[in-house]
């Protein structure tokens, strides 16, 4: 055991980040310029690695590259998207290419690379056990390090969850039958999908859909007939018009929040195409598709909608696929050789939280009852990613809205805001009861703003440099877990007229 290993497992950290995927390592890319600030963030997989089974070529981002891991909450982070485009010698071409959108294949790169710089990250530990020492208000996480071979235990004071969602899995779908697979290992079995005569994918959110293009293209070359059967009403577009859009926005999750738990899970039902939905562009390069292929060849493809997948039959020599019509309320089936899943994501609480769970608090309905500022006990202590469709809205999933999430995080953990939050961005108001003091949607405009530079900070809130204004960067004392070494960097994230507040 190193000197360096010793002296971490002495250590108590700050705050410990479960997972490391697009949410925690945000999280420990923002953490990282604190001062003082010892945090540490543990993930299962050997390193950084995105969705592996969907790095189709062809796919994108369906947000803009502002939402990488910092942009949103400090935008002169060397961690952000435009840095790394520099620094690999890519912005130029990322400059004249003239489109926000990244395909995935680079975002993962991007995050590969922060990944690599980042000092506060163990990967191939896998968490297996937390509890709580109350006298000392102490978490102590277990798990498994698969460079050591034994098991191991790291203590902190607070938590964050980021071990994001499992693939879903309609009930009564053998995923052991090496015929059936979830679009989350489609790339990994795409060779295999294709020696089949029949393909069906199911479902028709972002992915069945780009599963179904990619393989669209292939259908003469192997012949295979290839289905597409989901329970959807339609294959509906994701909603992308601005005024829509503002629902990824402070101002909604502060409306949504406080809404009834019964009306936010209707609105949640209602609200499908606002995060479920396909890129409308690729609706029309899938029907595009078609019309070509059957310019050349005849093909066997078969689309439909309203058709809910009950059970799937495994005989030896085919699937049996068994269909429910919505509309219509009848049964159908289908033959097929090999089926893809393309039913989605749901979150499960972790396992080794059992420990701890009689501190967790709950909704009438057994879902996590998530709090305004992520946290999910009694404490204030232990904190979500991508866990809050219910309580925070359809943003909850949207990587751009990551870094707002991380910077209400840390302004819980740290007790003052280190990276400024944005409050109101909206033009409309979403709650009545603001719309007496909200400003008007015009205030604000860029020639109304004092200019002068020395009402803007001269350096980013990592620089040593404190010259912070208090409009910009509104701030509190820092918390005493904090304040030991908490020194220069920090004084930063001050307001200069501290006594004010
Ligand atoms: C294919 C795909 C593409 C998407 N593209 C976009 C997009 O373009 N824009 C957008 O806004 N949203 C997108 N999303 C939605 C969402 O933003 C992503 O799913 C995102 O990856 C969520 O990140 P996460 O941090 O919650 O965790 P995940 O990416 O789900 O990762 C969880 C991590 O936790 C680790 N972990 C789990 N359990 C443990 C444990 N016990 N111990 C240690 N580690 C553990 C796992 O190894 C994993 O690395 C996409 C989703 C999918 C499925
Ligand atoms: N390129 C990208 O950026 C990208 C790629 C992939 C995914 N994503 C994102 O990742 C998230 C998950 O996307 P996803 O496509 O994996 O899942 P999803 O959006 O949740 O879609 C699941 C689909 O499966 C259908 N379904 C569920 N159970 C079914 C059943 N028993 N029978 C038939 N159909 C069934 C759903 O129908 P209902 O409509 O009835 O629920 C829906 O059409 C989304 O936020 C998405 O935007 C992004």
């Known amino acids: 055991m190193t000197t360096q290993q010793r002296e971490m497992d002495r250590e108590i950290f700050d705050l410990l980040g479960i997972g490391i995927a697009p949410f925690n390592l945000g999280l420990a890319a923002l953490s990282e310029p604190i001062d003082g600030f010892n945090c540490l963030f543990l993930d299962a997989k050997t390193s950084f690695d995105w969705h592996p089974g969907m790095l189709l070529k062809s796919s994108r981002l369906q947000t803009p ?32 290419r003239e489109n926000f959108f990244l395909p995935r294949h680079e975002y993962n790169l991007y995050c590969q690379w922060v990944s690599q710089q980042l000092s506060n990250l163990k990967f191939g530990f896998k968490v297996t056990q937390v509890d709580y020492n109350a006298g000392e208000s102490i978490y102590r996480v277990t798990g498994f390090d698969r460079r050591s071979g034994k098991t191991h235990t790291y203590q902190c004071r607070k938590l964050v969850l980021g071990t994001g969602t499992e693939p879903y899995l309609p009930k009564d779908c053998p995923i052991q039958d090496a015929r059936v697979m979830h679009t989350a290992s489609y790339m990994q079995q795409k060779t295999y999908l294709q020696s089949q005569s029949a393909i069906t994918v199911i479902g028709s959110g972002q992915s069945a859909a780009e599963v179904f293009y990619d393989l669209l293209q292939d259908i003469d070359t192997y012949g295979y007939q290839l289905n597409w059967m989901t329970r959807s009403a339609r294959f509906y577009p994701l909603e992308y018009t601005k005024l829509t859009l503002e629902m990824t926005s402070p101002d909604y999750v502060d409306y949504f929040h406080e809404l009834t738990p019964e009306k936010r899970c209707a609105l949640i039902a209602s609200q499908k195409s606002l995060y479920k939905g396909i890129n409308a562009e690729l609706i029309n390069d899938i029907y595009d598709l078609l019309y070509q292929k059957r310019l050349i060849a005849d093909f066997q493809c078969q689309l439909m909608t309203n058709v809910a997948l009950t059970r799937i039959q495994t005989d030896p020599d085919a699937l049996k696929l068994h269909f429910q019509h919505q509309e219509q309320n009848a ?52 904190f ?33 805001a280190p990276y400024h939050i944005e409050e109101h961005i909206a033009f409309q108001t979403f709650d009545p009861a603001k ?67």
């Open 435 to 501: 719309l007496a003091n909200h400003q008007p949607c015009g205030a604000n405009a860029i020639n109304t703003l004092n200019l002068n530079p020395k009402h803007f900070p001269k350096t980013s809130p990592h620089s040593n440099n404190a010259d912070a204004s208090p409009h910009l960067y509104p701030t509190q004392t820092p918390t005493s877990s904090m304040s030991a070494g908490a020194g220069t960097k920090m004084s930063v994230l001050m307001a200069p007229n501290k006594e004010a507040q």
């Open 384 to 416: 979500v990613q991508n866990v809050g469709l219910h309580t925070h809205g359809v943003s909850s999933p949207d990587l751009g809205m990551g870094c707002y999430r991380n910077g209400i995080i840390l302004k819980a953990v740290l007790g003052y």
């Open 331 to 382: 049964p159908l089936s289908q033959t097929t050789g090999a089926v893809v899943l393309g039913t989605g994501y749901h979150y499960r609480l972790p396992q080794f939280i059992k420990d701890i769970k009689q501190q967790i608090e709950f909704d009438d309905a057994g879902q996590l009852a998530v709090q305004r500022d992520y946290s999910i006990d009694i404490r204030g202590d232990i």
């Open 65 to 96: 590259f502002m939402s990488d891991l910092v942009t949103m909450a400090d935008p002169t982070s060397r961690y952000s998207y435009l840095n790394f485009a520099k620094k690999t010698g890519r912005l130029y071409p990322f400059y004249i």
